[in-house]
C-alpha cells in the first residue's frame, strides 16, 4: 500500500522583537505616574498632617510605593508590564528576550528613582560646605542626582538606536512591543558615544559642589547664611529659604528680603509668628535700611515625590513695621 506525505511549508525564522519607540513609552510613563499620583493624594488627604510632619522623610513612603509598582510589574511576577505597558502593548525584557526577575526589575527602577527622588531633599548645606565629609557627600550628591538626571533624560531623547536609558544599560533590559514567545531577541548595541557623553555628564556634575564652595564665599551669599542659621532654628521650621529679589517695572525698582519655611505645624496662617519670623529677618539683614519689602511665606504640607500638596500664606511688610 502507497501512501504519500504533503510536503510541509518551511519554517519562517521568529521576527526580532521592536524596540519600542520614544513616544509610546514615554506616554506609558505618564500614564503609570498619573495613577500613582491618584493613589499619593488620597493617601495624602488621609494622613496630610502626619505626612507634613515627617518632612522630606514622607518621600521614602512615595519611593516604595513606587519601587513596589514599577518593581513588581517590569518583573516576570506580572510578565514585565505596568498596567500603561499592557494597555500600549510594551513589555520590559532582558538581552535574551525574557522577563526580568524580581531583584533585577528593583534594581533597574532604584537606578531610575532614586536621581528623582533626592532631588530637592534638604541638607545641611552649611556642613556640607565647609567639612571635608561634607563636601565628599555633596559630591556623591551631586554625581547621583543632577548626574543621574541629565543623564537619564539625555538617552532617553537621544539613544535611538537601543532606546536604553540609565536604568536600563544598569541591568541590560530593553523596552519593546509585546510579542509573541516565538519572538527572536536581535538588539543592537548602543553608540559608545552615548557612553562618552554619559561619562562627561558625570565629570561636570562632580563640580556643582565647587561651584557651591565658591558662591559660598562671596558677600551676597555669606552675608545671607546668619539669616538662613537663625531661620533654621526657629520652632517648628523645617527647613528654610532666603534670598533678595529686584523688580523692575516700568523704570520702577523694588527691593524685596524674601523667606520661605517650611512648617511642622499647620501655622501658615499665623500672622503674628510671619511677623516674629520678619523681625528676625530684618534684624539680621544689614542693608535693611534698602530694601522695600520683606515678604514671609510659611508653608506647610507634604511632598511624598508621587503627590504633594501645599497650604501656604504669604505675608508682606515695610521694613520700618519691623523695629
Given at each position: 500500500?502507497?501512501?504519500?506525505?504533503?510536503?510541509?511549508?518551511?519554517?519562517?525564522?521568529?521576527?526580532?522583537?521592536?524596540?519600542?519607540?520614544?513616544?509610546?513609552?514615554?506616554?506609558?510613563?505618564?500614564?503609570?505616574?498619573?495613577?500613582?499620583?491618584?493613589?499619593?493624594?488620597?493617601?495624602?488627604?488621609?494622613?496630610?498632617?502626619?505626612?507634613?510632619?515627617?518632612?522630606?522623610?514622607?518621600?521614602?513612603i512615595g519611593f516604595v510605593i513606587?519601587?513596589?509598582?514599577?518593581?513588581?510589574?517590569?518583573?516576570?511576577?506580572?510578565?514585565?508590564?505596568?498596567?500603561?505597558?499592557?494597555?500600549?502593548?510594551?513589555?520590559?525584557?532582558?538581552?535574551?528576550?525574557?522577563?526580568?526577575?524580581?531583584?533585577?526589575?528593583?534594581?533597574?527602577?532604584?537606578?531610575?528613582?532614586?536621581?528623582?527622588?533626592?532631588?530637592?531633599?534638604?541638607?545641611?548645606?552649611?556642613?556640607?560646605?565647609?567639612?571635608?565629609?561634607?563636601?565628599?557627600?555633596?559630591c556623591v550628591l551631586a554625581l547621583?542626582?543632577?548626574?543621574?538626571?541629565?543623564?537619564?533624560?539625555?538617552?532617553?531623547?537621544?539613544?535611538?538606536?537601543?532606546?536604553?536609558?540609565?536604568?536600563?544599560?544598569?541591568?541590560?533590559?530593553?523596552?519593546?512591543?509585546?510579542?509573541?514567545?516565538?519572538?527572536?531577541?536581535?538588539?543592537?548595541?548602543?553608540?559608545?558615544?552615548?557612553?562618552?557623553?554619559?561619562?562627561?555628564?558625570?565629570?561636570?556634575?562632580?563640580?556643582?559642589?565647587?561651584?557651591?564652595?565658591?558662591?559660598?564665599?562671596?558677600?551676597?551669599?555669606?552675608?545671607?547664611?546668619?539669616?538662613?542659621?537663625?531661620?533654621?532654628?526657629?520652632?517648628?521650621?523645617?527647613?528654610?529659604?532666603?534670598?533678595?529679589?529686584?523688580?523692575?517695572?516700568?523704570?520702577?525698582?523694588?527691593?524685596?528680603?524674601?523667606?520661605?519655611?517650611?512648617?511642622?505645624?499647620?501655622?501658615?496662617?499665623?500672622?503674628?509668628?510671619?511677623?516674629?519670623?520678619?523681625?528676625?529677618?530684618?534684624?539680621?539683614?544689614?542693608?535693611?535700611?534698602?530694601?522695600?519689602?520683606?515678604?514671609?511665606?510659611?508653608?506647610y504640607g507634604y511632598d511624598m515625590?508621587?503627590?504633594?500638596?501645599?497650604?501656604?500664606?504669604?505675608?508682606?511688610?515695610?521694613?520700618?513695621?519691623?523695629?
Amino acid at each position: 500500500m502507497n501512501t504519500t506525505t504533503a510536503a510541509q511549508p518551511p519554517m519562517l525564522p521568529a521576527a526580532p522583537f521592536v524596540i519600542a519607540g520614544f513616544w509610546r513609552r514615554l506616554f506609558a510613563l505618564v500614564i503609570d505616574l498619573l495613577m500613582l499620583g491618584a493613589l499619593g493624594m488620597i493617601i495624602g488627604t488621609l494622613f496630610f498632617g502626619p505626612l507634613a510632619r515627617m518632612g522630606d522623610a514622607a518621600k521614602l513612603i512615595g519611593f516604595v510605593i513606587a519601587l513596589a509598582y514599577f518593581g513588581l510589574c517590569n518583573s516576570r511576577v506580572f510578565g514585565g508590564q505596568t498596567l500603561a505597558m499592557r494597555w500600549l502593548g510594551l513589555r520590559v525584557v532582558d538581552a535574551q528576550g525574557g522577563v526580568l526577575s524580581l531583584p533585577r526589575s528593583m534594581l533597574r527602577y532604584v537606578v531610575l528613582g532614586v536621581p528623582f527622588f533626592a532631588n530637592g531633599t534638604a541638607f545641611n548645606s552649611q556642613w556640607m560646605l565647609t567639612s571635608a565629609l561634607g563636601y565628599v557627600l555633596g559630591c556623591v550628591l551631586a554625581l547621583m542626582v543632577f548626574g543621574g538626571i541629565l543623564s537619564i533624560i539625555y538617552l532617553y531623547v537621544f539613544n535611538r538606536r537601543t532606546r536604553q536609558s540609565l536604568h536600563d544599560l544598569a541591568v541590560g533590559s530593553y523596552v519593546v512591543q509585546a510579542a509573541p514567545a516565538a519572538a527572536r531577541a536581535n538588539f543592537p548595541s548602543i553608540w559608545r558615544g552615548h557612553l562618552v557623553v554619559v561619562a562627561v555628564l558625570a565629570l561636570l556634575t562632580l563640580g556643582v559642589p565647587a561651584v557651591a564652595k565658591r558662591l559660598a564665599a562671596t558677600t551676597s551669599f555669606a552675608g545671607m547664611l546668619p539669616m538662613y542659621q537663625t531661620l533654621s532654628t526657629q520652632p517648628h521650621v523645617m527647613s528654610a529659604q532666603v534670598g533678595r529679589t529686584r523688580l523692575n517695572f516700568n523704570g520702577s525698582v523694588t527691593r524685596s528680603m524674601q523667606a520661605t519655611l517650611r512648617l511642622d505645624a499647620p501655622l501658615s496662617d499665623d500672622s503674628a509668628m510671619a511677623k516674629r519670623i520678619a523681625q528676625l529677618v530684618a534684624r539680621a539683614d544689614p542693608d535693611i535700611a534698602s530694601e522695600d519689602t520683606v515678604r514671609i511665606t510659611l508653608v506647610y504640607g507634604y511632598d511624598m515625590g508621587i503627590a504633594s500638596g501645599w497650604k501656604s500664606h504669604g505675608y508682606s511688610f515695610k521694613p520700618a513695621e519691623l523695629k
